[in-house]
């Protein structure tokens, strides 16, 4: 019903910079948080930044100043700008979309496929 594509991601050096981008198709009647996560080998899937459908945001403490996360409303689309990256921010990370697929029908959780970052020189 819900379709989301990533895009973005790959190996850069430290202190380089990478953007990821998240578009969500289908049956959407209304979004209504959009977020990012990461999940490094051994460790468990962390949100790393949020906003919701009134542009408020959140972030992992480690990541604050560093990233950036934006969402177009009109293209059902969000961003993660990462900036200053560190080594430690090698993961895969994910996008996530909560909505609801019709005017009575509850919220869901949908995430996209995926996509790694490595950070290394």
């Known amino acids: 019903q819900v379709q989301l594509v990533q895009s973005g991601g790959g190996l850069v050096q430290p202190g380089g910079s990478l953007r990821l981008s998240c578009a969500a198709s289908g049956s959407i009647f209304s979004i209504y948080t959009m977020g990012w996560y990461r999940q490094a080998p051994g460790r468990q899937r962390e949100l790393v930044a949020g906003i919701t459908s009134g542009g408020s945001t959140n972030y992992l403490i480690s990541v604050k100043g560093r990233f950036t996360i934006s969402r177009d409303n009109a293209k059902n689309t969000v961003y993660l700008q990462m900036n200053s990256l560190k080594p430690e921010d090698t993961a895969v990370y994910y996008c996530?979309?909560?909505?609801?697929?019709?005017?009575?029908?509850?919220?869901?959780?949908?995430w996209g496929q995926g996509t790694q970052v490595t950070v290394s020189s």
């Open positions: 996530n979309v909560r909505c609801s697929t019709g005017y009575d029908s509850d919220a869901d959780d949908y």
